[in-house]
């Protein structure tokens, strides 16, 4: 599993490469992220990294979150078994936590901050005629789909409806029969799984393998191809594509 970065969704904007082509783009607000915690497989039986994005105000913050990023003098006097106690970012109380497990243990350090330019470096690749050519590597973007709430059929699963003609009374967009003997084997129940009304949306959704189109350091800002799930605002996970 790769690594990656927390951050928000801005909107979408178009932008123009060199030969004057127009591209569709989301822009990302991602990081700086500060390293809160790293996983090991010796106390925690994994390998990761937990980040975190966003600085909460210490006044809405509870005290396990306040304790978690920074210990005060009296924390830092207790130790149990012995042992020293687990370092600290020494950063505000973040706003949102991610862990993002690692297939081999994790070279950086708790309090560590990573940014988009750091984990998304250039890479080689060649185009059809055979020439090298310097790009960023594609990535997945996870957000959280918009909530629709109780939707029906033809919202949620684009049913076409019923006829609009004689003996269709009110019932266009109905989903019609649920249960007959050709589509369950005469068993008189309906299958699972068949496609009926209910809640739609507010689901995690990633988008595979979009490319990395500008990366603007001094604002934080990435600039991703393509469609995002989310509203503007809500939080983003990104990180390198492992789909060749």
Known sequence: MALGL??????????????????????????????????????????????GFGDKPRRVSTRAERGHV????????????NKPLAAKANCEPQRYVREFRLDAPAT?????????????????KKDDAGQEYETYPNVDVIGWSKGRGFAGVIKRHNY??????HGVKKGWRQRGSIASNAS?????????????????????????????????????????????????????????????
């Open 6 to 51: 927390i951050g928000t969704k801005v909107g979408m904007t178009q932008v123009y490469d060199e030969k004057g082509e127009c591209t569709p783009v989301t822009v990302l607000r991602i990081g700086p992220c500060p390293i809160l915690q790293v996983r090991t497989i010796e106390k925690d039986g994994y390998n990761a990294l937990q980040l």
């Open 70 to 81: 920074s210990g005060d003098l009296e924390s830092k006097r207790r130790t149990k078994g």
């Open 108 to 124: 950086q350090t708790v309090g560590q901050v990573l940014t988009a330019v750091e984990l998304f470096v250039k890479v080689k």
């Open 160 to 165: 076409g409806g019923l006829r609009h003609t």
């Open 184 to 244: 369950n084997r005469g068993s008189g129940r309906p299958k699972k799984g068949i496609r009926m009304a209910g809640r739609l949306g507010n689901d995690r959704v990633t988008i595979r393998n979009l490319k990395l189109v500008q990366i603007d350091t001094d604002n934080n800002l990435v600039l991703v191809c393509g469609a995002v799930p989310g509203p503007n605002g809500g939080m983003v996970m990104i990180r390198a594509t492992n789909k060749n």
